[in-house]
């Protein structure tokens, strides 16, 4: 299992996460980041996902139920 670290330090499942990623936001940054660390990869994740849903929290990377 792959692993990240969530805004808290929290140890969170990496490939849990990709599963809830927005498709488009997902592939979009792949292309423009690969190759990178997961982590690297999660932060950017969070950050686009809230610019595209009005300010809305990646619940994993920000340690809220998912």
């Known amino acids: 299992m792959e692993k990240a670290l969530d805004i808290n330090g929290n140890e969170i499942d990496f490939e849990a996460a990709v599963n809830l990623m927005d498709d488009e936001i997902r592939e ?20 686009a996902h809230a610019e595209k849903f009005d300010g809305e929290e990646f619940a994993p990377y920000y340690g809220e139920a998912w």
């Open 28 to 47: 979009e940054l792949h292309e423009k980041m690969a190759p990178c660390s997961n982590q690297e990869f999660l932060e950017a994740y969070a950050k």
